[in-house]
C-alpha cells in the first residue's frame, strides 16, 4: 500500500518534485508523467522553477486576456438579446444558459463561454 507523506516529512527533494508536479501543471495544464523526476537534483529543479514560474506568468497574462475578452463578447450577446426581445437581462441570462446547455449552473457557463469564474457573484 502506498504511504502518503506529510510535507514535512518529505525530504528537500520530495518536496521540490511536488512543487515541480504542480508548477508543471499550472504552466502547461498536465501533469509531468513523461519525465523522470527522481534523477533531477536541487540545482536541476531549482533551473526548472525558473522556467516553469516564467511560463505560468505567460499563460496568466493569456488567460487574463482572453477572459476580458470573453466578458466583452458575453456582454455584447447580452446587449444583443436585449435588443432582439429579451424583457431584462435575467431573461437574457436564461436564454444564454438554455443555448449553451449549462442548465442554469452559473459557473459551467463561465467554463463554457470562457468567463472567469465567479463572473457572475461580482456583478451581482
Known amino acids: 500500500m502506498l504511504e502518503l507523506k506529510s510535507w514535512d516529512e518529505m525530504s528537500t527533494l520530495e518536496q521540490m518534485q511536488a512543487q515541480y ?19 533531477m537534483t536541487e540545482a536541476d529543479f531549482l533551473a526548472e522553477f525558473k522556467i516553469l514560474g516564467e511560463a505560468i506568468e505567460r499563460e496568466a497574462a493569456i488567460r487574463k486576456e482572453n477572459e476580458h475578452k470573453a466578458e466583452v463578447d458575453f456582454e455584447m450577446r447580452v446587449q444583443n438579446l436585449l435588443v432582439t426581445g429579451a424583457r431584462d437581462r435575467a431573461m437574457a441570462l436564461r436564454w444564454i444558459h ?3 446547455g449549462s442548465n442554469g449552473d452559473d459557473e459551467f457557463l463561465c467554463y463554457l463561454v470562457g468567463l472567469p469564474y465567479g463572473y457572475f457573484r461580482k456583478r451581482a
Not at 21 to 39: C, F, S, T, V
Open 21 to 39: 508536479w504542480d508548477m508543471y501543471k499550472d504552466a502547461y495544464g498536465i501533469r509531468p508523467r513523461h519525465m523522470n523526476l527522481e534523477a
Open 98 to 100: 438554455e443555448a449553451e
